[in-house]
């Protein structure tokens, strides 16, 4: 969440929610993420 530059990234107890509207695209999350749940828009 920190590495967000735009801060869209909202984590709950159950899951993560991303602000499509306010995200850049920056790939940053998906970088650093420690369980690979996320993916960049390249990789789908």
Do not use: T, Y
């Not at 970088?31 to 828009?41: F, K, M, N, R, Y």
């Amino acid at each position: 969440m920190a590495v967000c530059p735009v801060d869209c990234i909202e984590v709950r107890e159950a899951d993560i929610s991303i602000d499509a509207a306010v995200c850049i695209d920056c790939d940053l999350c998906v970088e650093i993420c420690p369980i690979e749940v996320l993916e960049s828009d390249d990789e789908k």
